[in-house]
């Protein structure tokens, strides 16, 4: 929907949301307390707003305002007959907005969704706040803490994940210098193991006894632009605490080339939604492209994985794993031939004590 299009639209719901609750005695309502925290909202963007009149600023936040609210409560309990609403009616149109509902640059400040809807949203749904409606909305049940604070939408999609970490990384962390690829650190030439970890939106990632732990990253056409406005919001206001960003840059030291995207595809560490394998690994060197890391909290992580990798101990056993027992014929030709070895070895040392007793 074209610009002109969806400000029309936006002027729809706002009558449609008047509908809703006390008609136009509420909407004034809402713009009072707008006016009063005016500059409030103005402080919360990084470019001056100065240039908007007073009253279109008040207008432009209520109206943007009202149709996230009248929006999330249309999609949360939408029919699946034809309501006349495009947005609703075309399920692609309902996906977009709901994509542009966490861009960076759509964001109102989250506290005055609070002010304007935390009285509304009972009286419309019982039992049920705008915080519970809108973490229901991005299907974040559970994924939160009850006491959790976030900036905006965008903030609540990094959050998510940051929470996921089992305790943040505290003071100065030292960026990864190094790290190889996943078809290289593989258990069948480096002695790296690789497992998945089924933790959705997770960061965690975790080396144990030769083993890579990570989460399952499912890439489809939403995850891109996902994280690039998280990790653009991270580079902004999280500088020293880039977890999402530390994560991108971690996982595109493992990935160079399709072969590292097959290895972790087969692993069950990336769900591709997209395609062909290279396009996974495109994307994930391309996100790397211009991200500062000050400190990273992977970089123990990527050192323990170097060491292992570089202990020639380690690199042998896997070599004989892969050269001797890769597969199960392999494996048992190579038991035979121990065996057969051990057998003839036996009998010549029997030889030579049986001429040795004469």
Known sequence: MGYL???EHKKIYLAEFARRVEGEKTIDGFRRIIEEDEEMIRASYSES???IE???FVDMILHDSVFILEFILRSSYESWEKTGDPLMDEPCLENTVKEDLILLENQLPYFIHEKLFDPIVPTLIPNQTFRELVITHFDFQGKIGDNSKFRH???LVRLVRVETLPRLARGKCNPIEHMYNADKLDVDSGGV???AVNEEFSLYV???NGCLKMPCLRVDDEVEMKLRNVMALEQCHYPFNAHVCNYVIFLDYLIDTHKDVDLLVEKGIIKNWIGQHGLVAEMVNKLGLGILEVGSYYSDIAVEVNTHYS???NRSRAVLKRVYFGNMWTGTATVAATLLLLMTLTQT???IIQVLQK
Request: aromatic content about 16%; proline content about 4%.
């Open 206 to 208: 975790r080396f144990e």
């Open 54 to 56: 007073s009253a279109m």
């Open 153 to 155: 939408f965008t903030d």
């Open 349 to 351: 040392m029997a030889s």
């Open 49 to 51: 707003t100065a240039w």
């Open 5 to 7: 299009n969806m400000e």
């Open 193 to 195: 193991k690789f497992e």
């Open 311 to 313: 202990n020639p101990v």
